[in-house]
């Protein structure tokens, strides 16, 4: 599993696709950190953490697309398939790789608060930062394992690119569709498995073990089909 | 040693690969040949654990493929038809991914070094694999599977698209391979596979057509014998002398080589000696015999009849 990470991670880095969603992390963080912290004089940052979930949405698939689709294409899944190394070390060994690279993007959140720490009572209010981190890596961890089960279903990498933004898009506005919905009970249900508002909790700084609960169940549910969708394969 | 005991895949209503069983021993180097389309990749594929069988087994030194997978894939190296390389890694690093998947326990350096130096990339282990021309990056396949020192190895088609030094080269290299290991090489050349292995199957539609050691496979998958005359005199004639005589099974104009004069196969029984009666008959109706050779099948021939018989009956459901 480890070297599957690593090897994930590396192929990041020697690829232009690391950078790039870095820099394109980086980018929208800055402008919204500097429109909404700076420009306002606010120490407030859960406004930049909400407001960075979008760019979170669209830029998980990028992470994600190369995950398996390539392997499959390419035929370096007959390397991973025929070690003997378990299923289930290729699903987390590449979910991991996936989601550290997407706490590489996360880092410049540090830099912000350490930025904003230099202003006179600007320290910002650290159980909400601590909170919106960790909701965002949580929300992150969600997306990648459903971006990398839609990447083990196809053999291109632009395909499960725009296929993880269809579904990551229509995640975020799922409260929208259930308003939409005028039949209560279904209403509630499509409310109850909501990103944002599971996300939500953690924007006050509360830690909520039922929301850390249904976004690992997220997490364990799509790794879990991305090792049918591979045990499959190997049978059909 | 690998035995594979009643291997059946079906895609749909398509048995891709139909009852195949055949053993491997210890230190043998086994041909796979078939012509393209005919199964051989897909059964190297269930065999590695690449994909599942619809029935049958494969067991690799006491491992099952299917109960004990990891056990099994232990003891595989397997170059596929087109190598698994991730384009994008230096060779070095490329053969370090690979020693940590297959969980080796050999010292890393040393073995990774030894497997460079025998498939001759040491000179290349810091080149990027996609800046690598075909052949080298076929070595560098080879060398992944040549990791650990696996006591089977499972080459597909390892010689295909390599220029005529390379695919000497590699022959050489495998043959060497055979000492140490046990091979299984599949290819759709049959001097390839006539050259390196001591063992051929033939597979077609899926099917094993044949199984025997190389030098005694034309005699094994024919009946009898096969007498060359060169005979004057008009065919139908000669056809009719030559029905009477006991143990003929089958006459055949080859070619015309003069006028009045043509090449003929006479097959016939293999314990019956059939040369004194045919002279005696082509003389007896003045048929002057021009040339008269006994020969059994080449193993060309023996191959062609084998997978154009089993075309023939055209693809199965």
Known sequence: MTAILKKELGSFFTSAVGYVVMAVYFFFGGLFFYYYCLLNASKDMATLFSNMFMITVLIIPIITMKSLSEEKKQRTDQ?????????????????????????????????????????P??????????GNLAGTILFGAAMISIDIFISSLTESMIISAI?????????????????????????????????????????????????????????????????????????? | MVEVKNLVKTYGDIRAVDNVSFKVEDGEILGFLGPNGAGKSTTMNIITGYISSSGGTVTIN????????????????????????????????????MFAIKKIKLPKAEHIKEVLSLTKLTDH??????????????????????????????????????????????????????KKHTVIFSSHILSEVQAICDRIVVINNGEVVAD????????????????????????????????????????SVNRKTAEDRCLYNIEHKKDIDIRRAVFAVLAKNNMPIFSMNEGGMSLEEAYLKLTSKSTAKGGKK
């Open chain 1, 163 to 236: 296929v993880g933004m269809c579904a990551g898009l229509a995640i975020f506005f799922i409260d929208t569709i259930a308003n939409l919905v005028s039949i209560d009970w279904i209403s509630t249900a499509i409310t109850s498995i909501s990103f944002v508002k599971h996300y939500e909790t953690y924007t006050s700084g509360i830690f909520s073990l039922s929301d850390t609960v249904f976004f690992l169940s997220v997490v364990a549910l799509f790794n879990f089909l991305t090792l049918r969708v591979l045990e499959k394969r190997r049978w059909s």
């Open chain 2, 212 to 251: 025997a050691k190389t030098d005694e496979l034309s005699s094994a998958i024919t009946s009898g014998g096969n007498l060359a005359v060169e005979i004057e005199g008009n065919v139908s004639s000669v056809v009719s002398a030559l029905k009477g005589i006991t143990g003929i099974q089958k006459i």
């Open chain 2, 125 to 178: 282990k810091k080149r990027l694999i996609k800046n690598l021309s075909k052949g080298y990056k076929q070595r560098v396949g080879l060398a992944q599977a040549l990791l650990g020192n696996p006591p089977v190895l499972i080459l597909d088609e390892p010689t295909v698209g390599l220029d005529p030094s390379q695919i000497r080269e590699f022959r050489t290299l495998i043959k060497g391979l055979g």
């Open chain 2, 62 to 97: 006491d491992a099952e493929i299917l109960r004990d997978p990891k056990e099994a894939k232990k003891q595989i190296g397997y170059l596929p038809e087109i190598p698994p390389l991730y384009t994008d890694m230096t060779v070095q690093k490329y053969l370090e991914f």
């Open chain 1, 121 to 130: 009572d600007g320290a910002p209010d650290w159980s909400v930062f601590i």
């Open chain 1, 79 to 119: 390397a991973l398939l025929t070690s003997p190394l378990g299923l289930g070390e290729i699903v987390i060994g590449k979910f991991l790789g996936s989601l550290l690279m997407f706490v590489c993007c996360l880092v410049i959140y540090l830099l912000f608060a350490v930025t904003l720490c230099f202003f």
